[in-house]
């Protein structure tokens, strides 16, 4: 059975920075993609940034690209989430998520496990 569990959510002064993780156990990764996604109160689920695990391909999303990192430790089994100059409007639940192929999808509905979720407040 597969578990996602993040961490290192928070509560941030605008233009400061934090790193999410998201340690993963239960299955291989050489198949995998890794996703990120933010859900703010009231709005949909959001895709952030997206690596797949064997080739390190990235995405990101477009209200993120420049400021947010996504990277991944093999030996840790562990992605994260480096988010540089936050906005108050990056305020959302952060989910990481994982899916079995070799392809980025934006959709959060082509993600097979998800995490809990970890609280990010930035405030102004």
């Known amino acids: 059975q597969v578990h996602l569990v993040e961490s290192g959510g928070g509560l941030v002064q605008a233009g400061g920075s934090l790193r999410l993780s998201c340690a993963v156990s239960?299955?291989?990764?050489?198949?995998?993609?890794m996703g990120w996604f933010r859900q703010a109160p009231g709005k949909e689920r959001e895709f952030v940034a997206g690596v797949i695990w064997s080739t390190d391909y990235l995405n990101y999303g477009d209200p993120v690209k420049g400021r947010f990192t996504i990277s991944r430790d093999n030996a840790k089994n562990t992605v994260y989430l480096q988010m540089n100059s936050l906005k108050p409007e990056d305020t959302a639940v952060y989910y990481c998520a994982m899916r079995n192929g070799h392809i980025i999808y934006t959709s959060p509905e082509r993600y097979d496990y998800w995490g809990q979720g970890t609280q990010v407040t930035v405030s102004s």
């Open positions: 239960g299955r291989t990764f050489s198949s995998s993609t």
